[in-house]
């Protein structure tokens, strides 16, 4: 008898842990997922979930794991215990998370030698995330070589920006000849949100106005109108826009003169500063949202200064996408933050009456689970909160690409 390969397994490499999901695309269902953490170290740690209909089991193991090369091994070993391996046949494809796909790859992409060369030649421009991401379908590809692998990238629903919102003031042959533009990331969140608040308000993505904010650890803002990406708040790499957890977002280029020039700092320093000292943890200690209202209910100023400058510059966001966007119909909170912290939404929209946003705050303090609209009835812009789903869009996407093209013996 034969039957389709229906499952995907989404493969998300950062840079010192892999994060996967095992899907089966009949129903979307999880059948198991898990994460390989602090590779490279000696306390790595590895927790595996499996799902069926009867409820959920979890595993934890302990000890070394050397590189992403050996942790996709154990991920595969962890999935063989439960029949699920890479080696089943029900096996359709890999979906992997990639950063960055530059301007050459904009659309999910089965990998072959030209494309893992193309990869190659992006590196620079992720150096944290990229040697992950690679890693991962090359082990990928050597543990399966018949499995197609799918290359799901962070920055596609991207590419659709216009010139105008792309293109940095800067000298235009300085810029082409090193790749110098906003690319935008979260893309497959931005692209899933976006969507899905189109669901919620029942109407079709290609007549809706939306802004999204995904605010996690990492945090980004984008305008997107009828479906298509017109502009985002990250750039060549995910440094610019909103206040991250520990990276600074906007900044005077100028600064990082000034820590060169008078305060001697080099280079890879100022880099380190930027993105791993400054955001929230570099204002106030604290990069976890609920550790940081916990410090302002006890009354800690610097706690109390470092939301200000969150909201504010959540706001300035806002403010500049709803001109962008002309109408707005949607303003949409994902990711950790935008999804779990009710002050952040009420603060980020109190004020903005005037652009038609208002939150009812018994609809915002609701705690679920489930994509909701939070304004009242009569707001002019919907505000909702819709819990991202990368893990599912990549499948999806991964599924749309090669879907159907494998059979096997069941
Ligand atoms: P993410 O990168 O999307 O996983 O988001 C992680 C961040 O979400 C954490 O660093 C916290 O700041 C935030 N977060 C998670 N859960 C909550 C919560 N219940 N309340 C407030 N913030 C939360």
Do not use: W
């Amino acid at each position: 008898m034969t039957a389709h390969a229906t499952r995907v397994l989404v493969l998300n490499s950062g840079s010192s842990s892999v994060k996967y999901q095992l899907l089966d695309m009949r129903d979307s269902s999880r059948l198991a997922l898990g994460l390989v953490e602090r590779i490279g170290e000696q306390d790595s740690r590895v927790t595996h979930t499996t799902l069926t209909p009867e409820g959920s089991e979890k595993r934890e193991r302990k000890g070394p794991v050397a590189d992403h090369t050996e942790a996709l091994k154990v991920v595969s070993e962890e999935l063989s215990r439960d029949g699920l391996g890479l080696d089943s046949p029900e096996l359709l494809a890999v979906g992997h998370r990639v950063l960055h796909g530059g301007i050459e790859l904009t659309d999910p992409t089965v990998v072959t030698d030209e494309v893992m060369a193309t990869l190659e030649r992006l590196r620079p421009l992720g150096p944290l995330h990229m040697p992950a991401n690679i890693a991962g379908i090359r082990t990928a590809r050597e543990l399966r070589p018949d499995l197609p692998q799918v290359a799901v990238f962070d920055t596609a629903f991207h590419t659709t920006m216009p010139e105008y919102a792309y293109r940095y003031a800067i000298d235009v042959e300085t810029a082409d000849a090193h790749r110098i533009r906003r690319y935008g990331f979260h893309g497959t969140s931005h692209a899933y949100v976006s969507r899905r608040a189109a669901e919620l308000l029942g109407r079709d993505p290609a007549e809706v106005n939306v802004i999204v904010l995904h605010l996690g650890n990492g945090a980004s803002a984008s305008a997107v109108a009828g479906g298509r990406c017109v502009d985002t708040s990250m750039g060549l790499t995910p440094l610019e826009g909103l206040v991250m957890g520990t990276r600074s977002g906007d900044i005077d280029p100028a600064v990082t003169f000034h820590l060169k020039r008078v305060a001697g700092m080099s280079v890879d320093e100022i880099d380190e500063l930027l993105n791993k000292k400054s955001g929230l943890v570099g204002l106030c200690g604290d990069n976890d949202m609920r550790e940081i209202r916990r410090r302002i209910d006890a009354g800690d100023e610097r706690a109390r200064l470092a939301f200000d400058i969150y909201i504010h510059r959540l706001k300035k966001y806002i403010g500049a996408y709803s001109a962008v966007l002309g109408r707005v119909d949607a303003v949409v909170f994902t990711a950790g933050v935008g999804e779990n912290a009710a002050e952040v939404r009420e603060a980020a929209v109190a004020g903005l009456e005037p652009l038609g946003l208002a939150v009812d705050a018994a609809r915002n303090t609701v705690r679920s689970g489930e994509a909701r609209i939070i304004s009242p009835d009569d707001a002019r812009v919907v505000v909702a909160v819709v819990p991202t789903d990368e893990e599912l869009e990549i499948a999806q996407q991964t599924f749309a690409l090669v879907g159907g093209a494998r059979t096997v013996d069941a």
